[in-house]
Protein backbone atom coordinates (compact mmCIF):
# COMPACT_ATOMS: atom_id res chain seq x y z
CA UNK A 1 0.00 0.00 0.00
CA UNK A 2 0.97 3.67 -0.87
CA UNK A 3 1.66 5.57 2.15
CA UNK A 4 2.52 9.19 1.48
CA UNK A 5 4.38 11.54 4.09
CA UNK A 6 5.57 14.94 4.24
CA UNK A 7 7.03 16.04 7.68
CA UNK A 8 10.58 15.87 6.92
CA UNK A 9 8.96 19.49 5.22
CA UNK A 10 10.26 21.32 8.25
CA UNK A 11 6.89 23.74 9.60
CA UNK A 12 8.59 26.42 12.28
CA UNK A 13 6.41 26.64 15.41
CA UNK A 14 7.31 28.99 18.44
CA UNK A 15 8.26 27.11 21.63
CA UNK A 16 5.25 26.14 23.55
CA UNK A 17 2.85 26.04 20.43
CA UNK A 18 0.62 23.60 21.32
CA UNK A 19 -0.17 21.88 17.35
CA UNK A 20 1.18 18.59 17.95
CA UNK A 21 3.68 18.67 14.99
CA UNK A 22 6.25 15.83 16.01
CA UNK A 23 3.31 13.50 15.44
CA UNK A 24 4.10 13.19 12.06
CA UNK A 25 7.70 11.94 11.98
CA UNK A 26 6.96 10.02 14.79
CA UNK A 27 4.05 7.90 13.00
CA UNK A 28 5.83 7.18 10.06
CA UNK A 29 8.86 6.29 11.74
CA UNK A 30 6.72 3.65 14.08
CA UNK A 31 5.58 2.54 10.50
CA UNK A 32 8.88 1.26 9.56
CA UNK A 33 8.89 -0.49 12.25
CA UNK A 34 5.35 -2.39 12.06
CA UNK A 35 4.69 -5.69 11.52
CA UNK A 36 2.73 -4.25 8.02
CA UNK A 37 6.00 -2.20 7.37
CA UNK A 38 6.49 -4.73 4.27
CA UNK A 39 2.87 -4.02 2.73
CA UNK A 40 3.51 -0.44 2.85
CA UNK A 41 6.03 1.62 0.73
CA UNK A 42 6.52 5.29 2.16
CA UNK A 43 6.48 8.05 -0.75
CA UNK A 44 7.21 11.80 -0.68
CA UNK A 45 4.11 13.57 -2.78
CA UNK A 46 4.47 16.44 -4.98
CA UNK A 47 3.04 19.85 -4.17
CA UNK A 48 -0.22 20.82 -4.93
CA UNK A 49 0.01 23.23 -7.60
CA UNK A 50 -1.74 26.63 -7.69
CA UNK A 51 -4.01 25.65 -10.72
CA UNK A 52 -4.87 21.96 -8.12
CA UNK A 53 -5.74 24.51 -5.22
CA UNK A 54 -7.94 26.68 -6.75
CA UNK A 55 -10.59 24.20 -7.65
CA UNK A 56 -11.55 24.42 -4.17
CA UNK A 57 -10.14 27.85 -2.70
CA UNK A 58 -10.40 30.84 -4.74
CA UNK A 59 -7.70 32.41 -6.48
CA UNK A 60 -7.10 35.55 -4.48
CA UNK A 61 -7.03 33.54 -1.35
CA UNK A 62 -4.67 31.08 -2.50
CA UNK A 63 -2.35 34.25 -4.07
CA UNK A 64 -2.35 35.66 -0.41
CA UNK A 65 -1.64 32.51 1.02
CA UNK A 66 1.60 31.93 -1.08
CA UNK A 67 2.70 35.62 -1.07
CA UNK A 68 2.60 36.47 2.69
CA UNK A 69 -0.67 38.55 2.18
CA UNK A 70 -2.92 37.41 4.78
CA UNK A 71 -3.83 39.74 7.71
CA UNK A 72 -3.12 39.38 11.12
CA UNK A 73 -6.40 38.47 12.06
CA UNK A 74 -6.27 35.90 9.17
CA UNK A 75 -3.11 34.43 10.28
CA UNK A 76 -4.71 34.22 14.04
CA UNK A 77 -7.46 32.05 13.08
CA UNK A 78 -5.57 29.66 11.20
CA UNK A 79 -3.40 29.41 14.22
CA UNK A 80 -0.23 28.57 12.26
CA UNK A 81 2.25 32.43 11.90
CA UNK A 82 2.97 32.15 8.48
CA UNK A 83 6.68 31.19 6.22
CA UNK A 84 7.29 30.11 2.99
CA UNK A 85 7.80 27.13 4.83
CA UNK A 86 4.58 26.39 6.32
CA UNK A 87 3.20 27.14 2.35
CA UNK A 88 5.61 24.04 0.72
CA UNK A 89 4.10 22.05 4.19
CA UNK A 90 0.54 22.83 2.93
CA UNK A 91 1.00 22.05 -0.55
CA UNK A 92 2.70 18.95 0.55
CA UNK A 93 -0.17 17.74 2.64
CA UNK A 94 -2.83 18.41 0.07
CA UNK A 95 -0.45 17.29 -2.81
CA UNK A 96 -0.45 13.82 -0.63
CA UNK A 97 -4.06 13.44 -0.08
CA UNK A 98 -4.50 13.89 -3.84
CA UNK A 99 -1.65 11.08 -4.74
CA UNK A 100 -3.50 9.06 -1.83
CA UNK A 101 -7.00 9.16 -3.78
CA UNK A 102 -4.80 8.27 -7.45
CA UNK A 103 -3.62 5.47 -5.52
CA UNK A 104 -7.01 4.01 -3.78
CA UNK A 105 -8.51 4.26 -7.39
CA UNK A 106 -5.59 2.53 -8.71
CA UNK A 107 -5.03 -0.22 -6.21
CA UNK A 108 -7.94 -0.06 -3.76
CA UNK A 109 -6.84 1.73 -0.69
CA UNK A 110 -3.83 4.46 -0.22
CA UNK A 111 -3.08 6.75 3.19
CA UNK A 112 -1.42 10.03 3.47
CA UNK A 113 0.05 10.26 7.23
CA UNK A 114 -0.60 14.26 6.60
CA UNK A 115 -3.78 15.56 5.77
CA UNK A 116 -7.77 16.00 6.89
CA UNK A 117 -7.41 19.80 7.10
CA UNK A 118 -11.10 20.33 6.98
CA UNK A 119 -11.48 23.63 8.52
CA UNK A 120 -10.20 25.50 5.63
CA UNK A 121 -13.49 27.44 3.17
CA UNK A 122 -12.97 28.08 -0.10
CA UNK A 123 -11.78 31.98 1.13
CA UNK A 124 -10.25 31.48 4.22
CA UNK A 125 -8.70 29.24 6.87
CA UNK A 126 -8.96 28.40 10.71
CA UNK A 127 -8.44 25.69 13.73
CA UNK A 128 -4.79 24.79 11.86
CA UNK A 129 -5.90 24.17 8.78
CA UNK A 130 -4.85 26.33 5.37
CA UNK A 131 -6.01 24.24 2.65
CA UNK A 132 -8.64 21.57 2.73
CA UNK A 133 -6.57 18.61 0.95
CA UNK A 134 -9.96 16.51 0.98
CA UNK A 135 -11.79 19.60 -1.17
CA UNK A 136 -8.91 19.68 -3.17
CA UNK A 137 -8.31 15.77 -3.84
CA UNK A 138 -11.86 15.50 -4.74
CA UNK A 139 -11.87 18.05 -7.11
CA UNK A 140 -8.78 16.79 -8.94
CA UNK A 141 -10.05 12.96 -9.40
CA UNK A 142 -13.10 15.01 -10.75
CA UNK A 143 -11.34 16.94 -13.04
CA UNK A 144 -9.01 14.66 -14.09
CA UNK A 145 -12.00 12.28 -15.34
CA UNK A 146 -11.20 9.67 -12.36
CA UNK A 147 -14.44 9.80 -10.75
CA UNK A 148 -17.91 11.37 -10.50
CA UNK A 149 -18.98 10.74 -7.04
CA UNK A 150 -16.91 11.36 -3.89
CA UNK A 151 -17.67 10.75 -0.04
CA UNK A 152 -15.92 12.51 2.53
CA UNK A 153 -16.46 10.32 5.64
CA UNK A 154 -15.21 12.61 8.40
CA UNK A 155 -14.40 11.03 12.20
CA UNK A 156 -12.54 13.97 13.65
CA UNK A 157 -13.91 15.08 16.59
CA UNK A 158 -14.33 18.16 15.38
CA UNK A 159 -17.10 19.22 12.53
CA UNK A 160 -15.57 19.24 8.87
CA UNK A 161 -17.01 22.74 8.25
CA UNK A 162 -14.51 23.54 5.85
CA UNK A 163 -16.00 20.35 3.42
CA UNK A 164 -19.44 21.17 4.56
CA UNK A 165 -19.18 24.52 2.74
CA UNK A 166 -17.02 24.01 -0.24
CA UNK A 167 -19.74 21.27 -1.26
CA UNK A 168 -23.05 22.44 0.32
CA UNK A 169 -25.10 22.21 -3.04
CA UNK A 170 -22.87 19.93 -5.04
CA UNK A 171 -24.77 17.06 -5.60
CA UNK A 172 -21.55 14.76 -6.90
CA UNK A 173 -19.93 14.60 -3.09
CA UNK A 174 -21.41 13.70 -0.54
CA UNK A 175 -19.97 15.03 3.07
CA UNK A 176 -20.92 12.73 6.19
CA UNK A 177 -19.46 14.23 9.63
CA UNK A 178 -19.80 12.57 13.04
CA UNK A 179 -18.38 14.97 16.09
CA UNK A 180 -18.63 16.62 18.95
CA UNK A 181 -22.14 18.57 19.25
CA UNK A 182 -20.01 21.10 22.09
CA UNK A 183 -16.98 21.01 20.18
CA UNK A 184 -14.87 23.86 17.85
CA UNK A 185 -16.18 24.90 15.62
CA UNK A 186 -18.91 26.29 17.54
CA UNK A 187 -21.45 27.39 14.66
CA UNK A 188 -20.78 24.73 12.24
CA UNK A 189 -22.00 24.17 8.56
CA UNK A 190 -23.87 22.06 7.50
CA UNK A 191 -22.82 18.40 6.27
CA UNK A 192 -25.35 16.52 3.69
CA UNK A 193 -25.08 14.30 7.31
CA UNK A 194 -24.18 15.30 10.19
CA UNK A 195 -24.21 13.11 13.18
CA UNK A 196 -23.53 15.23 16.64
CA UNK A 197 -22.88 13.17 20.12
CA UNK A 198 -22.82 14.86 23.75
CA UNK A 199 -19.52 15.80 25.52
CA UNK A 200 -18.35 12.37 27.11
CA UNK A 201 -19.72 9.86 24.06
CA UNK A 202 -17.79 6.32 24.69
CA UNK A 203 -17.57 3.59 22.48
CA UNK A 204 -20.82 2.00 22.55
CA UNK A 205 -22.64 6.07 21.60
CA UNK A 206 -20.42 6.27 18.87
CA UNK A 207 -20.29 3.16 16.86
CA UNK A 208 -23.94 2.64 16.95
CA UNK A 209 -24.11 6.29 15.61
CA UNK A 210 -21.27 5.70 13.10
CA UNK A 211 -22.86 2.46 11.94
CA UNK A 212 -26.16 4.38 11.33
CA UNK A 213 -24.53 7.06 9.61
CA UNK A 214 -22.17 4.48 7.44
CA UNK A 215 -25.61 2.96 5.87
CA UNK A 216 -26.87 6.66 5.46
CA UNK A 217 -23.62 7.05 3.13
CA UNK A 218 -24.57 3.75 1.43
CA UNK A 219 -28.26 4.35 1.14
CA UNK A 220 -27.58 8.02 -0.85
CA UNK A 221 -25.53 5.93 -3.15
CA UNK A 222 -22.17 3.91 -3.62
CA UNK A 223 -19.29 6.63 -4.52
CA UNK A 224 -16.58 5.97 -6.36
CA UNK A 225 -14.02 7.45 -3.58
CA UNK A 226 -14.35 7.78 -0.41
CA UNK A 227 -12.08 9.75 1.52
CA UNK A 228 -11.84 8.75 4.98
CA UNK A 229 -10.93 11.74 7.39
CA UNK A 230 -10.28 9.35 10.54
CA UNK A 231 -8.96 11.57 13.43
CA UNK A 232 -7.34 10.51 16.54
CA UNK A 233 -9.08 13.39 18.99
CA UNK A 234 -12.09 11.54 19.57
CA UNK A 235 -9.88 9.55 22.31
CA UNK A 236 -10.92 10.10 25.86
CA UNK A 237 -7.34 11.07 26.62
CA UNK A 238 -7.33 14.28 24.10
CA UNK A 239 -7.26 17.46 25.48
CA UNK A 240 -9.44 18.80 22.91
CA UNK A 241 -11.74 16.20 22.02
CA UNK A 242 -14.05 15.72 24.96
CA UNK A 243 -15.52 12.37 23.93
CA UNK A 244 -14.89 9.22 25.57
CA UNK A 245 -13.26 6.43 22.80
CA UNK A 246 -11.00 4.20 23.82
CA UNK A 247 -7.94 3.37 21.46
CA UNK A 248 -9.70 -0.17 21.11
CA UNK A 249 -12.80 1.60 20.14
CA UNK A 250 -11.48 3.76 17.76
CA UNK A 251 -9.68 1.01 16.13
CA UNK A 252 -13.15 -0.57 15.87
CA UNK A 253 -14.38 2.70 14.40
CA UNK A 254 -11.34 2.44 11.99
CA UNK A 255 -12.50 -1.16 11.07
CA UNK A 256 -15.67 -0.80 10.40
CA UNK A 257 -15.30 2.25 7.96
CA UNK A 258 -12.56 0.36 6.01
CA UNK A 259 -14.73 -2.80 5.75
CA UNK A 260 -18.16 -0.59 4.25
CA UNK A 261 -15.85 0.45 1.90
CA UNK A 262 -12.80 -0.82 0.96
CA UNK A 263 -13.53 -3.80 -1.54
CA UNK A 264 -17.00 -2.70 -1.98
CA UNK A 265 -17.29 -1.12 -4.87
CA UNK A 266 -15.06 2.30 -3.60
CA UNK A 267 -11.56 3.19 -3.32
CA UNK A 268 -10.67 4.18 -0.25
CA UNK A 269 -8.20 6.72 0.63
CA UNK A 270 -7.36 7.85 4.07
CA UNK A 271 -6.21 10.75 5.61
CA UNK A 272 -4.74 11.17 9.74
CA UNK A 273 -6.46 15.14 10.91
CA UNK A 274 -6.27 15.93 14.11
CA UNK A 275 -5.16 14.07 17.34
CA UNK A 276 -4.00 16.32 20.83
CA UNK A 277 -3.41 13.80 23.25
CA UNK A 278 -1.29 14.53 26.52
CA UNK A 279 0.94 12.26 25.58
CA UNK A 280 1.73 12.35 21.41
CA UNK A 281 2.13 9.01 21.61
CA UNK A 282 -1.02 7.79 22.49
CA UNK A 283 -2.19 10.50 19.17
CA UNK A 284 0.83 7.99 17.66
CA UNK A 285 -0.68 4.87 18.60
CA UNK A 286 -4.40 5.81 17.43
CA UNK A 287 -2.58 6.78 13.75
CA UNK A 288 -0.84 3.64 13.55
CA UNK A 289 -3.55 1.99 14.14
CA UNK A 290 -5.75 3.35 11.29
CA UNK A 291 -3.09 2.61 9.05
CA UNK A 292 -2.98 -0.70 9.78
CA UNK A 293 -6.19 -1.08 8.92
CA UNK A 294 -5.85 0.49 5.53
CA UNK A 295 -3.10 -1.51 5.23
CA UNK A 296 -4.71 -5.10 5.72
CA UNK A 297 -7.49 -3.89 3.65
CA UNK A 298 -4.80 -3.30 0.39
CA UNK A 299 -3.30 -6.74 1.59
CA UNK A 300 -6.94 -8.57 1.24
CA UNK A 301 -7.84 -7.00 -1.85
CA UNK A 302 -4.14 -7.31 -3.80
CA UNK A 303 -3.32 -10.46 -2.22
CA UNK A 304 0.14 -9.73 -0.61
CA UNK A 305 0.93 -11.71 2.63
CA UNK A 306 2.48 -9.55 5.54
CA UNK A 307 5.68 -11.56 6.46
CA UNK A 308 5.85 -10.42 10.13
CA UNK A 309 3.84 -9.05 13.22
CA UNK A 310 4.87 -6.78 15.75
CA UNK A 311 2.53 -5.59 18.39
Known amino acids: MKAFYCDHFALPLPQGH ?5 KY ?5 SIALDGRAD ?12 DELERAHRHEYVWR ?9 ETRRIGFPWSPELVERSRRSAG ?12 GVSVNLAGGTHHAFVDRGEGFCMFNDSAVAAKAMQAEGRVTSVAVVDCDVHQGNGTAAIFAGDPTVFTFSI ?3 NNFPFRKARSDLDVELPDG ?5 YLEALGWGLQQV ?3 GRPELVIYVSGADPFHGDMLGRLGLSKAGLAERDRRVVETFAGNGSALAVVMAGGYAADVEDTVAIHRQTVREAADAWCRLTGAAVSRQVP
Do not use: K
Not at 18 to 22: D, L, Q, S
Not at 65 to 73: C, D, P, Q, R
Open 18 to 22: RFPIT
Open 25 to 29: ARLRE
Open 39 to 50: AITLQVPHAATD
Open 65 to 73: VVTGGLSEA
Open 96 to 107: GTIAACRAALEE
Open 179 to 181: HGA
Open 201 to 205: SGDAT
Open 218 to 220: LEA
